[in-house]
C-alpha cells in the first residue's frame, strides 16, 4: 500500500518560473515531513521539512507547504533554475518512527 | 567529511548468485537504513539498525535477504540466492538519533545499482 504518493512521475518547467510538486498521503499518524532532491547516479539530499503544527516552511527559493486537512503537501520552487533539475522525493513520518516515501517526480528545467 | 560510502557502485551477476553489498555510514551516526529504489515502488525501506541492532526489518521482502551490522562502522546487505526481480538500486542511509525522524535527516550513500541477469 502506497501511503506517500507523488500522483506526477514527472514535470517540465521553464527557467525562472514556479516548480510545484505535489505529495499526498494517506496515514493520519504521519506528523513530519520531508522532501529530498536525487541527482543521477547519486544517492537523495535533504532538502527540507516541515513539522504537522506548521503549514508553511520556507528556506530560501524552496518553501513547502501543508495542508492537514486535505493530507497534501507541496514543495514551490521559485525561481526554478537549471540545476534544479533532479527527482524530488516525498516523505512522510509517524512518532512511532514509521517513515514512508513517494515514489518520485522528475522535475526538468529548461533554460 | 567523507558521507556514507557504498559498495559496490555496480553489481551485474547471474540469478541463483549471492550478492553481498556494502555499507560504512557516517562515523558518529548511530542509525543506519537499508533501502530499495524500483521505478514501480519508488523508496523502499527494507531494515533499519539503531546501535548496531535491528530494529525494524519489516521491509525485507523475504527470507533470501539478510543484513548484518557487526559494528558502528560497517553493514551488509545479503540476498542469496538472487534472483531477476531483485535488480533495482540499493541505497544505505544513516543519521544521528533514533528511527527515522526527519528532525534528524538521513544521509545517503550513492547507492548500488544490482542487475540480477
Known amino acids: 500500500d502506497q501511503q506517500v504518493k507523488q500522483n506526477s512521475p514527472s514535470l517540465s518547467v521553464q527557467e525562472g518560473r514556479i516548480s510545484i510538486l505535489n505529495c499526498d498521503y494517506t496515514n493520519s499518524m504521519f506528523d513530519y515531513f520531508l522532501w529530498y532532491k536525487k541527482y543521477p547516479a547519486e544517492g537523495p539530499t535533504f532538502l527540507i521539512s516541515i513539522s504537522s503544527i506548521k503549514d508553511k516552511n520556507e528556506d530560501g527559493r524552496f518553501t513547502v507547504f501543508l495542508n492537514k486537512s486535505a493530507k497534501h503537501l507541496s514543495l514551490h520552487i521559485v525561481p526554478s533554475q537549471p540545476g534544479d533539475s533532479a527527482v524530488y522525493f516525498c516523505a512522510a513520518s509517524a512518532s512511532n518512527n514509521d517513515m514512508r516515501f513517494g515514489a518520485g517526480t522528475r522535475l526538468t528545467v529548461k533554460p | 567529511d567523507a558521507g556514507v560510502i557504498q559498495s559496490p557502485r555496480h553489481e551485474v551477476t547471474e540469478m541463483g548468485q549471492e550478492v553481498t553489498l556494502r555499507c560504512k555510514p557516517i562515523s558518529g551516526h548511530n542509525s543506519l537504513f537499508w533501502y530499495r529504489q524500483t521505478m514501480m515502488r519508488g523508496l523502499e525501506l527494507l531494515i533499519y539498525f539503531n546501535n548496531n541492532v535491528p530494529i525494524d526489518d519489516s521491509g525485507m521482502p523475504e527470507d533470501r535477504f539478510s543484513a548484518k551490522m557487526p559494528n558502528a562502522s560497517f553493514s551488509t546487505l545479503k540476498i542469496q540466492p538472487s534472483e531477476p526481480r531483485d535488480s533495482a538500486v540499493y541505497f544505505c542511509?544513516?543519521?544521528f538519533g533514533l528511527g527515522q525522524r526527519a528532525n534528524r535527516p538521513q544521509h545517503f550513500g550513492d547507492g548500488t545499482r544490482l542487475s540480477i541477469l
Open positions: 542511509a544513516s543519521s
